[in-house]
């Protein structure tokens, strides 16, 4: 069998395929951190779980081209051994749990054992140190195996090479939807060495402190609504606030994260030192939610950038200018972006944390399968030449994009920015009060 940290041809183009794919997915991947990547030496990444397979996609956005990154994943994805086969030749080895049998535990010896095996020869691991996911945008409880692997591999390379952790925090605009925003942090390495000799001399205690270590790396690193009772209620306000925020476009991305970072610090802070606090942010949130049904608002979706009325007008003459490009994009794109959506629901997905990796997996398959079909089909209808078949594969996709993000994307904005000068000049009070319930909400919250 070869070894699963080896770099295939076939491998490395599919790599960059499917790393294009993901970059398409979002419509801006921001990354902060990169000048923490160890440029040599075994390193793990340890990125908080949230968004199933494009958790892991997000790490080969930084991840090193020379090198392998090897994954863990859950072990009931490989019963079936075609599957198998193909999760080992997407470098992902199986990580059994108690809920897959207690005898079956056993088996992460030999997972454990190439684990090192790749961090001996230089290469990457990406473990997921909550263990489970969730779409709660909290750091949970941290498991143990990350560091039993790490601990494990520093013992048997030795003082040779130091065994680093690096912390990833992950920060998605939407979990689910296409053309949303992708925050990737990564902080400072843990290194496995200076715990090594506490390890040796007692295991309990060695683990737990570079798992505190580790956690409190990952909530500098992400938004952490670390709430239980009140959830549901600061994720509302968290999102009125940030949502806000970001269609008015007042911060750049790294900016909006940090906004976005102390906005769910500044709610937590309530629930620990001023608890009182909460039953206002009930009265002010459901006072928000009242006022958007009043209006016919979409709570989350009316915000919208301030637009002089020159620019309305000189916008909505691009706009139908560029009509007939968008309308070309959308035909042509149509299918491959909707067959996913049918793919998902005939496969019995449910779980929402699970639909982007769908929608992203099956446009892998989708999209140039239908920019094949169509080329085929429109150079046949025509009778256009070989050549043009070649061109109309990249012309498809240049122009779903723009019709995606230079058409639609920013038309959605500017009907919006026209509804809210429409708003603000027919419900003058109304939107007052909108508003100012949002910055009673911020004034709360010290933001």
Same mark, same amino acid.
């Given at each position: ?120 020869? =230089? ?224 496969? =019995? ?11 992203? =997996? ?37 122009? =779903? ?47």
């Amino acid at each position: 069998m070869s070894r699963i940290y080896d770099l295939p041809f076939l491998y490395r183009i599919g790599k960059k395929y499917v790393v294009f794919i993901y970059k398409n997915y979002y419509n801006k991947i921001t990354i902060t951190g990169t000048e923490n990547i160890p440029e040599t030496g075994p390193v793990i990444f340890a990125p908080n779980h949230l968004n199933a397979l494009m958790d892991d996609m997000a790490v080969l956005m930084f991840a090193s081209k020379k090198h392998s990154t090897v994954y863990l994943g859950r072990a009931d994805m490989f019963k079936k051994p075609l599957v198998a086969r193909f999760l080992r030749f997407a470098k992902i080895m199986p990580a059994f749990r108690i809920r897959d049998g207690y005898e079956n535990l056993k088996k992460n010896t030999e997972t454990f054992d190439e684990s090192a095996e790749v961090l001996k020869n =230089g290469h990457a691991l990406c473990i997921m140190p909550e263990g489970n996911q969730e779409l709660e945008r909290k750091v949970r409880p941290l498991v143990k195996g990350i560091f039993r692997i790490a601990f494990t591999a520093q013992n048997e390379i030795g003082e040779a090479k130091n065994v680093t952790i690096l912390p990833v925090g992950l920060d998605y605009e939407h979990f689910i939807r296409f053309g949303k925003n992708l925050t990737i942090n990564i902080g400072k390495p843990i290194n496995v060495s200076d715990y090594i000799n506490d390890f040796n001399e007692n295991q309990a205690k060695a683990i737990n402190e570079i798992k505190d270590k580790l956690k409190f790396e990952l909530n500098e690193l992400t938004v952490n609504l670390d709430t239980v009772e009140n959830y549901e209620l600061f994720e509302l306000v968290f999102n009125i606030i940030t949502s806000k925020a970001a269609a008015e476009k007042i911060y750049n991305a790294t900016d909006l994260f940090k906004f976005r970072k102390q906005t769910a610090k500044s709610l937590i802070n309530i629930e620990k030192h001023s608890p009182e606090k909460i039953t206002k942010l009930k009265d002010l949130s459901n006072s928000y939610l009242k006022s958007c049904e009043q209006l016919k608002l979409n709570p989350l979706k009316w915000f919208a950038q301030q637009i002089k009325l020159k620019d309305l007008f000189f916008k909505g003459i691009y706009f139908t200018i560029c009509s007939p490009l968008f309308f070309c994009g959308l035909i042509l794109n149509i299918l491959p972006f909707t067959l996913p959506l049918y793919i998902r629901k005939i496969v =019995g997905i449910k779980f929402p944390g699970f639909f982007s990796t769908v929608y992203y =997996g099956a446009g892998i398959i989708t999209f140039p399968l239908f920019y094949i079909l169509q080329s085929i089909l429109l150079t046949t209808l025509f009778h256009w030449s070989w050549w043009i078949f070649i061109v109309l594969i990249p012309l498809q996709y240049f122009l =779903g994009k723009f019709a995606f993000f230079a058409w639609y994307r920013r038309f959605n904005e500017y009907i919006k920015a026209v509804k809210l000068k429409s708003l603000k000049q027919k419900n003058q009070i109304n939107y007052n009060r909108l508003i100012s319930i949002i910055e009673d909400l911020k004034d709360s919250l010290s933001i």
